[in-house]
């Protein structure tokens, strides 16, 4: 709230100074015009500033004695000084001092707020960049001027600053790569957590529970859902999951026949998105049947990633957006026509449920964002997770022969139904998942808590009520825990490998831990084995214009985001 207070005083500082140059330009072309009558001698002159009054007569004698009159007329700098000083002061109105005493209000507030800041605060000897401590614009540069590498900059100001550092004015950062034990430590050993207000009020779900500040108010509306997810439903969901795959292979067949160039992350987008709302909601979009899968959340939701992301220190702006028309809102971006819809059909929905109970409008309020954000959360990062894998297993021809030889042994019939916990068994094609989650991020911001108590790392005392935070991606990225972790190597999972005496599930972070880890984790996977077990089982695929550059994150919009100018995940199906 100050760094926005200081933005709007510097908005009214020059819109003032524009008006008071204004004034100065005016003033002084008047004392230019009386200059210029003095020197051609056309009106009488009673000098000022202790010079002898003299009276200009006719050109003629004026132009006589050029040097008594030169001495005799008062400089111009002096006549500028006194008498643009005094236009100025007296043509002030009650409106410009009202102007500059605002001015002055709101530097004197941004004065004392960076004193605070950079002074008094509780953080002020943690090690960063000053003006990292000094604003929240900093951050705002990069997630919205430079469009999202914010977590780039971190990682370049631990580098530079050392492996703790201060990252807003309130908040502490540590650098996951060179600790990847102490995420273990803060998110699951640390007892309760809270997430910080600013964290949560970015999305404009007050009311679900993963935008739940507190920690008890939070496990208590996880608790109202945790159930819903539970490994037992998943498992007795597989059918409708067969269902859905079955609707995606014949799709690819045809795909085949036509030899028509297939988008992948939008074909597992629009699986994940039609599992996800039968799963959840008893109702599916079908968009498995869109014409090449056009019909998608893809771009609504991306969309709503991207807004939500650059609303850092701006979330007064949330009730604005929420309270416009869907009609209009669908005018000025037509690709949230769907985000519109399933809002529309969620409150219609719950609203329906709760007929013949007494149920307040917060209720169905609460439960719709609830629902909002499993279907934001779920999809993308699920379709995500299959883009990647299923990319690299057709980038490198050798990685999808192995799925398929191990596949052939538990499927032998292509057709035949496959079974969770029995594709779970299957080492290589679990490696492959857990590769495919890894560089996937899952969510690409860093991810802040605060806890109750005084938090110790390397020497350094965090006090209790700071933000701490950590990325996923700097874990996913830990050369020393992930040899080569730019490489897809499905391999590293079924190494007796250890790290510090640990296995690497240990540091697998796809999901989060803790008592907010992802609360969809199990619906994801089970999606991810069910598809890439039926789809590497059943055809073949070569790789079309697309490279790795359209697979790695290049964008922090929380969600992680390729090169902005990438066409996708392409291919061609070759075989069925």
């Known amino acids: 709230m100050a760094s926005l207070i200081i933005g709007a005083g ?27 009558e003095l020197q051609m001698g056309h009106t009488p002159f009673q000098a000022q500033h202790g010079q002898p009054t003299i009276v200009v007569g006719q050109a003629k004698d004026m132009f006589a004695e050029p040097p008594a ?123 309760e957590l809270d997430k910080p207000d600013y964290f949560c009020n970015r999305f404009g779900t007050d009311n679900a529970f993963f935008t739940t500040s507190g920690h008890e108010h939070h496990k208590l509306r996880r608790g109202a859902v945790a159930s819903f997810f539970s490994k037992r439903r998943i498992t007795d969901s597989q059918a409708m999951i067969r269902e859905k795959l079955s609707i995606l292979t014949s799709k690819l067949a045809a795909y085949k026949q036509s030899g028509r160039i297939v988008r992948m992350d939008r074909a597992f987008t629009a699986l994940a998105g039609d599992v996800v709302t039968e799963f959840c909601f008893g109702k599916t979009y079908d968009h498995l049947n869109s014409p090449d899968f056009t019909e998608t959340f893809h771009e609504a939701m991306a969309g709503a990633w991207y807004v939500r992301s ?29 985000h519109i819809q399933i809002q529309r059909d969620f409150e219609k929905t719950i609203t329906e449920l709760k007929e013949g109970r007494q149920a307040s409008n917060a209720t169905v309020l609460r439960l ?7 279907i934001d959360a779920a999809i993308l990062t699920t379709s995500w997770a299959l883009s990647m894998a299923a990319f690299h297993l057709v980038n490198e021809p050798a990685l999808a022969e192995k799925i398929r030889l191990e596949l052939l042994q538990v499927v032998p019939d292509s057709s035949a139904p496959s079974d969770w916990q029995q594709l779970e068994r299957l080492p290589y094609l679990t490696g492959v998942v857990r590769e495919g989650i890894r560089p996937a991020h899952g969510i690409a911001s860093r991810i802040p808590r605060v806890a109750h108590r005084d938090v110790e790392f390397r020497g350094w005392t965090i006090p209790a009520g700071t933000p701490i935070s950590m990325t996923i991606v700097d874990m996913n990225h830990n050369e020393d825990v992930f040899p080569a972790s730019f490489e897809f190597r499905p391999e590293r999972w079924m190494e007796d490998r250890k790290y510090n005496g640990n296995s690497l599930e240990k540091y697998f972070v796809g999901f989060g831990k803790g008592p907010r880890s992802c609360l969809g984790m199990n619906l994801a996977t089970c999606l991810l084995y069910q598809t890439l077990a039926t789809v590497f089982r059943r055809h073949e695929f070569e790789v079309y214009e697309t490279d790795v550059s359209d697979t790695r994150l290049a964008h922090d919009y929380f969600m992680p985001v390729p090169r902005l100018d990438s066409k996708g995940i392409r291919m061609r199906v070759v075989s069925v």
């Open 10 to 36: 510097i908005l009214t500082y020059v819109h003032v100074k524009d008006r008071k140059a204004k004034k100065l330009e005016k003033a002084r072309e008047a004392q230019d015009a009386r200059y210029t």
């Open 310 to 338: 650059q609303i850092i220190d701006l979330p007064q702006l949330w009730p604005l957006l929420n309270s416009l028309p869907g009609r209009l809102v669908m005018k000025l971006e037509p690709s949230f026509h769907l």
């Open 69 to 191: 009159y030169t001495e005799a007329l008062p400089r111009r700098s002096a006549i500028l000084a006194t008498g643009l000083g005094m236009d100025l002061l007296f043509s002030l109105k009650p409106s410009s001092l009202l102007d500059v005493g605002l001015v002055l209000l709101v530097v004197g507030y941004g004065l004392v707020t960076a004193f605070q800041r950079l002074f008094l605060s509780p953080i002020r000897h943690f090690p960063g960049s000053k003006l990292a401590a000094l604003t929240r614009w900093y951050e705002f540069y990069y997630k919205v001027v430079l469009k999202g590498p914010y977590t780039f900059q971190i990682q370049k100001l631990h580098k530079q600053y050392g492996p703790i550092i201060r990252v807003t004015p309130n908040e502490i950062h540590v650098d996951r790569y060179e600790n990847p034990h102490f995420y273990e430590e803060l998110f699951v050993e640390s007892g």
């Open 368 to 374: 719709q964002q609830e629902a909002q954000v499993i």
